[in-house]
């Protein structure tokens, strides 16, 4: 017996030696790409609404601030900082004109509405985080009826509220499902000639017709994403050209606009990847050109109609193409000696930088120039860079994502090498999006639209591969990152299924975590947690020198921490651009010197921590 209890307080003293050390508070160091930018420079614009002489108004997101420009497009103004208090925002995502000339802003970080008079001079505000009346859980965007009440997308209560010009709150309509009249993340609104309230209802693929009472009158569109022209996938913005009675709807996932006539008819479909990526709004001025927020590449654009199509005019904001700017950057590695590498995704390139954060080199097209054209299929060019890897001899692997290969170069940044191309066989990919390598140099991709992982040794030669699309145990449905821990077990983040798996070396099943246990769905919505170890279409994977698991839990906004058994120990950051918060954090990396170094994507920054 007393031995026992020798072992288990023997026992205990370890635990409690090792969750000090997952536990301790985790300390913002630095960031790079958080400098302020100047009026021309954009980072990840959305919302867009137009005022009685025709100026334009953009929600500058990630900036934390309103854009005004003219119709040429030429910024007059800008309003606004990081912060709460008024005239302060905190990630604004909508913006809109009422009938009597007001500025209404959706800010969204704050969780409440903010509204100025035509000169930007503070009125009001309401709103808090919270599911009751008069609270959000994200507020998106915002229109105005003819009666001069607001209505606002609640994206995370999946429901919409409506105020009168007071802020006094009427009534709310919707709620969670796919039924008609229930919502999924709803994020677009307008209103028709005719008083309908459009609403992108964004997650179940569709649009749908409100009266201004919310009683549910039609749709267009199914469940089904799709590129028809009665489909959509993840729709977002609405706008209505007011003397026509058509419409525009930014469909997100597609990369395109899509008109529609006052019956609902579809008309033309305009833009495309990499033209458009990730576009949230359009919106006709007063000239009849098509502004549209093309949010991926952090700009707006210009297209001018012609009959029954639109084409490209020209583009407004500089590229975010600096030695410390990013567009979309997705993934952050260290090698042996300290450099720190980033894949700058929709610039299209590599960054390298040393020990001390000073830019040795880019790789990419045109010497990684990056900005919206900044896109090859060459050897030693990239297109949507992914994760990154590097093995034992400092040799840098890149996920070359649209180009559907793996590129190999050594330290410098010279090529060495590629495998892949576009196919379901073995040794093509179909988007990989994830690349690790154990001790022994052997390559495992996350192989994304296949739903697989495939291994090879270190000369590209095809060893094996397993998994395909669901949610039982080896299953997958869109993996993403990947790791190796110090027993050469590879991790998955199986990013639509909401977990993490954990597999031998020779794909054999061992564990896995997330939400529910890690049951996965098909659906993340049917699968969505925000307790303590859940996660939410997560992204990036990192394993510390203790065997500590590191997960960006990207939408819940946060990085989670687990022992190498799946067993949740801590979490740090929330939903904020305060420093040491996030915004969809993507890759992590736990440097030798034990800094934990993270992704924010969608602000485009890189943030430093230490316990």
Same mark, same amino acid.
């Given at each position: 017996?007393?031995?026992?209890?020798?072992?288990?307080?023997?026992?205990?003293?370890?635990?409690?030696?090792?969750?000090?050390?997952?536990?301790?508070?985790?300390?913002?160091?630095?960031?790079?790409?958080?400098?302020?930018?100047?009026?021309?420079?954009?980072?990840?614009?959305?919302?867009?609404?137009?005022?009685?002489?025709?100026?334009?108004?953009?929600?500058?997101?990630?900036?934390?601030?309103?854009?005004?420009?003219?119709?040429?497009?030429?910024?007059?103004?800008?309003?606004?900082?990081?912060?709460?208090?008024?005239?302060?925002?905190?990630?604004?995502?909508?913006?809109?004109?009422?009938?009597?000339?007001?500025?209404?802003?959706?800010?969204?970080?704050?969780?409440?509405?903010?509204?100025?008079?035509?000169?930007?001079?503070?009125?009001?505000?309401?709103?808090?985080?919270?599911?009751?009346?008069?609270?959000?859980?994200?507020?998106?965007?915002?229109?105005?009826?003819?009666?001069?009440?607001?209505?606002?997308?609640?994206?995370?209560?999946?429901?919409?509220?409506?105020?009168?010009?007071?802020?006094?709150?009427?009534?709310?309509?919707?709620?969670?499902?796919?039924?008609?009249? =229930?919502?999924?993340?709803?994020?677009?609104?307008?209103?028709?000639?005719?008083?309908?309230?459009?609403?992108?209802?964004?997650?179940?693929?569709?649009?749908?017709?409100?009266?201004?009472?919310?009683?549910?009158?039609?749709?267009?569109?199914?469940?089904?994403?799709?590129?028809?022209?009665?489909?959509?996938?993840?729709?977002?913005?609405?706008?209505?050209?007011?003397?026509?009675?058509?419409?525009?709807?930014?469909?997100?996932?597609?990369?395109?606009?899509?008109?529609?006539?006052?019956?609902? =008819?579809?008309?033309?479909?305009?833009?495309?990847?990499?033209?458009?990526?990730?576009?949230?709004?359009?919106?006709?001025?007063?000239?009849?050109?098509?502004?549209?927020?093309?949010?991926?590449?952090?700009?707006?654009?210009?297209?001018?109609?012609?009959?029954?199509?639109?084409?490209?005019?020209?583009?407004?904001?500089?590229?975010?193409?600096?030695?410390?700017?990013?567009?979309?950057?997705?993934?952050?590695?260290?090698?042996?000696?300290?450099?720190?590498?980033?894949?700058?995704?929709?610039?299209?390139?590599?960054?390298?930088?040393?020990?001390?954060?000073?830019?040795?080199?880019?790789?990419?097209?045109?010497?990684?120039?990056?900005?919206?054209?900044?896109?090859?299929?060459?050897?030693? =060019?990239?297109?949507?860079?992914?994760?990154?890897?590097?093995?034992?001899?400092?040799?840098?692997?890149?996920?070359?994502?649209?180009?559907?290969?793996?590129?190999?170069?050594?330290?410098?940044?010279?090529?060495?090498?590629?495998?892949?191309?576009?196919?379901?066989?073995?040794?093509?990919?179909?988007?990989?999006?994830?690349?690790?390598?154990?001790?022994?140099?052997?390559?495992?991709?996350?192989?994304?639209?296949?739903?697989?992982?495939?291994?090879?040794?270190?000369?590209?030669?095809?060893?094996?591969?397993?998994?395909?699309?669901?949610?039982?145990?080896?299953?997958?449905?869109?993996?993403?990152?990947?790791?190796?821990?110090?027993?050469?077990?590879?991790?998955?983040?199986?990013?639509?299924?909401?977990?993490?798996?954990?597999?031998?070396?020779?794909?054999?099943?061992?564990?896995?975590?997330?939400?529910?246990?890690?049951?996965?769905?098909?659906?993340?919505?049917?699968?969505?947690?925000?307790?303590?170890?859940?996660?939410?279409?997560?992204?990036?994977?990192?394993?510390?020198?203790?065997?500590?698991?590191?997960?960006?839990?990207?939408?819940?906004?946060?990085?989670?921490?687990?022992?190498?058994?799946?067993?949740?120990?801590?979490?740090?950051?929330?939903?904020?651009?305060?420093?040491?918060?996030?915004?969809?954090?993507?890759?992590?990396?736990?440097?030798?010197?034990?800094?934990?170094?993270?992704?924010?994507?969608?602000?485009?920054?890189? =943030?430093?921590?230490?316990?």
């Amino acid at each position: 017996m007393k031995r026992l209890l020798s072992k288990l307080l023997v026992l205990g003293f370890i635990y409690l030696v090792f969750s000090s050390k997952a536990s301790a508070e985790m300390i913002f160091e630095r960031a790079w790409g958080n400098d302020e930018d100047d009026q021309n420079l954009f980072r990840t614009p959305v919302a867009l609404a137009k005022d009685e002489s025709g100026n334009i108004y953009m929600a500058d997101m990630g900036n934390h601030r309103i854009v005004k420009l003219n119709s040429s497009g030429n910024v007059l103004a800008t309003f606004g900082k990081l912060g709460d208090k008024p005239g302060e925002f905190n990630m604004p995502f909508g913006v809109a004109i009422d009938n009597e000339g007001n500025i209404l802003v959706a800010d969204t970080g704050n969780y409440r509405i903010q509204k100025f008079n035509s000169n930007f001079q503070f009125i009001k505000s309401w709103g808090s985080k919270g599911i009751r009346e008069g609270q959000f859980g994200f507020p998106r965007e915002i229109a105005i009826d003819r009666d001069n009440n607001y209505y606002i997308t609640d994206e995370f209560n999946h429901k919409i509220q409506k105020y009168n010009s007071n802020g006094e709150f009427l009534l709310t309509f919707g709620e969670y499902g796919k039924g008609n009249g =229930q919502l999924a993340l709803p994020q677009g609104i307008a209103i028709s000639n005719n008083n309908e309230i459009y609403i992108a209802d964004t997650y179940n693929n569709r649009i749908q017709i409100f009266d201004v009472n919310g009683n549910f009158k039609r749709k267009i569109g199914d469940l089904q994403q799709g590129i028809g022209p009665y489909q959509f996938y993840h729709p977002r913005g609405i706008n209505f050209d007011k003397k026509s009675g058509s419409f525009y709807v930014a469909d997100t996932y597609n990369n395109r606009i899509m008109k529609f006539n006052n019956y609902d =008819q579809f008309l033309y479909a305009t833009g495309g990847f990499p033209a458009l990526v990730y576009p949230n709004q359009v919106l006709r001025s007063e000239n009849g050109d098509l502004f549209i927020s093309d949010t991926g590449n952090n700009r707006l654009v210009i297209y001018s109609e012609m009959g029954l199509s639109a084409t490209y005019l020209k583009s407004i904001g500089n590229s975010r193409s600096g030695n410390s700017q990013y567009a979309g950057p997705y993934d952050v590695e260290s090698d042996g000696n300290g450099n720190i590498f980033v894949s700058d995704s929709f610039n299209h390139r590599i960054l390298k930088y040393n020990k001390n954060g000073d830019l040795i080199s880019k790789w990419g097209s045109m010497f990684g120039i990056g900005g919206p054209l900044g896109y090859g299929i060459y050897p030693g =060019q990239f297109f949507v860079p992914r994760q990154i890897a590097i093995d034992k001899y400092n040799n840098v692997y890149i996920a070359d994502s649209v180009n559907h290969r793996i590129q190999k170069f050594n330290n410098s940044g010279v090529f060495l090498g590629t495998i892949g191309g576009f196919g379901t066989l073995f040794g093509y990919f179909q988007f990989p999006s994830g690349i690790a390598i154990d001790s022994r140099g052997n390559i495992f991709v996350a192989d994304s639209e296949n739903h697989r992982i495939q291994k090879f040794n270190s000369y590209f030669i095809f060893q094996k591969s397993w998994g395909n699309k669901g949610t039982g145990n080896g299953q997958f449905f869109q993996p993403m990152q990947l790791a190796i821990d110090s027993k050469d077990n590879v991790y998955v983040v199986d990013r639509i299924n909401n977990r993490i798996q954990k597999f031998d070396n020779n794909g054999k099943f061992l564990t896995k975590w997330g939400t529910n246990n890690g049951s996965g769905h098909l659906d993340p919505l049917e699968n969505w947690g925000e307790d303590s170890g859940d996660i939410f279409l997560p992204t990036g994977i990192s394993i510390d020198q203790n065997d500590l698991v590191y997960v960006t839990d990207t939408s819940n906004n946060r990085v989670n921490v687990y022992d190498e058994n799946g067993r949740f120990l801590e979490q740090f950051g929330s939903f904020s651009g305060l420093e040491g918060n996030f915004f969809s954090p993507q890759g992590i990396e736990i440097t030798d010197t034990g800094e934990i170094v993270v992704v924010d994507g969608l602000l485009h920054r890189i =943030q430093f921590f230490r316990r």
